[in-house]
């Protein structure tokens, strides 16, 4: 059996850091873990990958290409698309082969793979569903990781915000889901304290948090309390 991370979360989140310091972590623990970097358009990241799609896609060919002419979104969605169509590289890179009878069975295997920022790829898109699926043809178990920047958890229209984005991914990708909170260690003490509350959240008092005292909250109170309603039900 093999495992595998799908790192998702928006731009800057912290993927890639997180990639480096779960890899770091292991290797203290003399266990190993390796990184795939998945975003064509990566500019540096601190580790070393396994493999890297830059270098079957670079979203530069995408957006040069005369005929294409993408803008970096569309690019971005031409390369993971790319990928799937291509997938014999990547079964190369992790299986060793590209001849079916020539790929090895690795065993115990633990890759994170390192998603781009664009969270448009998992939240409606099939890419993230078809790596999910051909990951698991390739006898890996997955769950897939959302990093959300924990300022983005401060304060009740933010932590709305972050949960739905977090909840349409899980919804998408029909995947084992794990929240990880990044940037901790910059909120203030007084932020650190408001974070707790959402940890745990009651979802009333921060309904009441987001309707009382603002004409727009007041307007939007049903729908509101709807959302609010429907993260409890998940979770
Ligand atoms: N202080 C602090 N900085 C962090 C943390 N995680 C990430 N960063 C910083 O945030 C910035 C973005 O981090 P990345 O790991 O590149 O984020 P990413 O989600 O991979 O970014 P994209 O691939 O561009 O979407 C970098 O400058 C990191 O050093 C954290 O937990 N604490």
Redesign the pocket.
Known sequence: MRFAQI?V?????????????MQQHAMDAKRNIQVVNL?P?????TYSPLADIRELIHLDDAMEDEELQYGPNGGLIFCLEFLIENQDWLKAQLCGGEDELMVGEPDDDYILF?????IELFTHLKMGKQLVQLLESWNFRTCVVF?L??QFMVDGAKFISGTMAALSVMANMEQAHVNVL?????LSSEARKQLEMYLEPDAHNLMGELTIGSSFGEKYRKLTEAIGSLIEDFR
């Open positions: 790192i979360g928006p731009a800057g989140s912290g993927k890639s850091t997180y990639c480096s310091f975003d358009a990566a500019e540096h990241f390192d998603m781009p920022g664009q990093c920047d924990s990044t940037k901790v260690d910059l």
